[in-house]
């Protein structure tokens, strides 16, 4: 039996061979679309930088109060505001039913307690330094110490004093939150140890964060 072989013709044969390196072309094309792609897409991530998140709110700066309230047989009174200024502590307030034209003491004690007629529940001054006391402001001082408050004739003194080396609510051995403040029968000495020979307590009150 005689095998006859099948010969395509040569133009269908080109044909065949130019569609195949066309289809290996056209594959090549679709590789090389998507790298560049790609690339575009890493290109347009770099240049694009990411979002910045929003800047935390600015903290309030810290303040608290003090509700003065008078000891046994007294009539002394008040409203204290205390707030971080420049990094000391800013005293603002009002204190009533003193006697008219007086100079008195003034000062945050070691204990937030006005339990006992006389106020002698809130300790000494207060001194997380272990320091001598003095005068606010110059040299050395209790932590506690302010300056003296003076009463007009109708017995009133609106109080502007600072505290130095204290601090509003953050927990540490000078932070004066829970402590007590008082006021007193006569004026601080700003020498005698370690209270300022200042008397008498007039009237006491607790310090809470406000």
């Given at each position: 039996?005689?095998?006859?072989?099948?010969?395509?013709?040569?133009?269908?044969?080109?044909?065949?061979?130019?569609?195949?390196?066309?289809?290996?072309?056209?594959?090549?094309?679709?590789?090389?679309?998507?790298?560049?792609?790609a690339d575009r897409?890493?290109?347009?991530?770099?240049?694009?930088?990411?979002?910045?998140?929003?800047?935390?709110?600015?903290?309030?700066?810290?303040?608290?109060?003090?509700?003065?309230?008078?000891?046994?047989?007294?009539?002394?009174?008040?409203?204290?505001?205390?707030?971080?200024?420049?990094?000391?502590?800013?005293?603002?307030?009002?204190?009533?039913?003193?006697?008219?034209?007086?100079?008195?003491g003034f000062h945050?004690?070691?204990?937030?307690?006005?339990?006992?007629?006389?106020?002698?529940?809130?300790?000494?001054?207060?001194?997380?330094?272990?320091?001598?006391?003095?005068?606010?402001?110059?040299?050395?001082?209790?932590?506690?110490?302010?300056?003296?408050?003076?009463?007009?004739?109708?017995?009133?003194?609106?109080?502007?004093?600072?505290?130095?080396?204290?601090?509003?609510?953050?927990?540490?051995?000078?932070?004066?939150?829970?402590?007590?403040?008082?006021?007193?029968?006569?004026?601080d000495d700003y020498?005698?140890?370690?209270?300022?020979?200042?008397?008498?307590?007039?009237?006491?009150?607790?310090?809470?964060?406000?």
């Amino acid at each position: 039996m005689r095998t006859h072989t099948f010969l395509m013709p040569i133009p269908a044969a080109l044909a065949l061979a130019l569609a195949a390196c066309g289809g290996g072309a056209d594959n090549a094309n679709s590789g090389d679309n998507a790298a560049a792609e790609a690339d575009r897409a890493a290109d347009t991530a770099t240049a694009t930088p990411p979002a910045t998140p929003p800047a935390p709110a600015t903290a309030a700066a810290a303040t608290a109060m003090a509700a003065l309230q008078p000891t046994a047989g007294n009539q002394t009174a008040g409203e204290l505001r205390f707030a971080l200024v420049d990094g000391r502590i800013e005293v603002t307030g009002t204190v009533t039913g003193l006697p008219g034209g007086g100079t008195h003491g003034f000062h945050v004690h070691e204990t937030g307690d006005c339990s006992a007629p006389d106020a002698s529940s809130a300790g000494g001054h207060f001194n997380p330094g272990s320091t001598d006391h003095g005068r606010v402001g110059q040299g050395a001082h209790h932590a506690g110490d302010s300056d003296n408050i003076t009463a007009g004739t109708d017995g009133s003194a609106q109080v502007r004093g600072w505290l130095e080396g204290a601090t509003i609510g953050d927990g540490a051995a000078t932070d004066i939150v829970g402590k007590g403040v008082i006021v007193h029968t006569d004026a601080d000495d700003y020498a005698t140890q370690p209270t300022g020979n200042a008397g008498d307590r007039l009237a006491c009150g607790v310090i809470q964060a406000g």
